[in-house]
């Protein structure tokens, strides 16, 4: 039989329909093939399993960042001051006091601030002295210099006897293996041992924490220009 012309015309387009529809499956895989080429998978599921890889890879990057983030600042600081508790240890040196005295010109390294001249006999309540006397190794003012405590002490009892201190001990000695300073603060009781929080320094002092003890060694001597020199022990425990 010969089929009509329509019925030739239709089965032609629906072969042509096909033949397009397998034509565009096949670019298609090829088209998925070729990136997983690009990915290095060689074919097959390899280019997919090393796109998973990467990913896990770059999520664990992910949570370790995550994890260092919720390190809170007192942690921190708490594994700093560990460090340097195993760093700095106890040490001791001499300081002397010289209050300037009466009529006094030079000599010493300690006044009323200001600058006016007073008797021992006439410090009372209220009075303020400022202060820059030396560190050194050894009960002698020609001993090995380590550095220098400065500040201020203020009468802070009515019938004498108490101070209130602050100071900063800046430390830079040679025989020292440590540089740098720290301060103190607190009340000392004049003629006995006394402690005062340190409170924190610089260089490798950064973050310290501790006590400073002051021992005072006898009593007031006079110099030759008229000061009331005393010396004192100070011990230094970091926390």
Known sequence: QIAAPGVIRATAGVEVVRAHTHTHTHTERERERERERELGGG????????????????LSIMLLLS????????????????????????FEVYNVLSIQGANSTQGYNTLRCGGSQVREAEIQFGDIFCFDMPLLKKKDVDS???????????????????????????VNGTSLPYKGGFS????????????????????????????????PLGGVSIDEFGNAVFWFLYKFIFA
Request: include cysteine.
């Open 67 to 90: 994890a260092a983030a919720l390190l809170s600042a007192p942690q921190a600081e708490a594994a700093a001051r560990k460090l340097i508790k195993n760093k700095i240890p106890t």
């Open 184 to 215: 103190a603060i607190g009340i000392e009781d004049i003629g006995v041992l006394s402690s005062k929080p340190i409170t924190g320094g610089t260089g490798d002092y950064e973050l310290v924490t501790g006590d400073a003890f002051t021992t």
């Open 43 to 58: 074919g097959g599921g390899g280019g997919r399993e090393r796109e998973m890889a990467c990913r896990g890879q770059v």
């Open 144 to 170: 090995e210099l380590l550095g220098r405590v400065q500040g201020t002490f203020t009468v802070s009892q009515l019938t004498g006897g108490r101070v209130f201190v602050t100071e900063t001990f800046i």
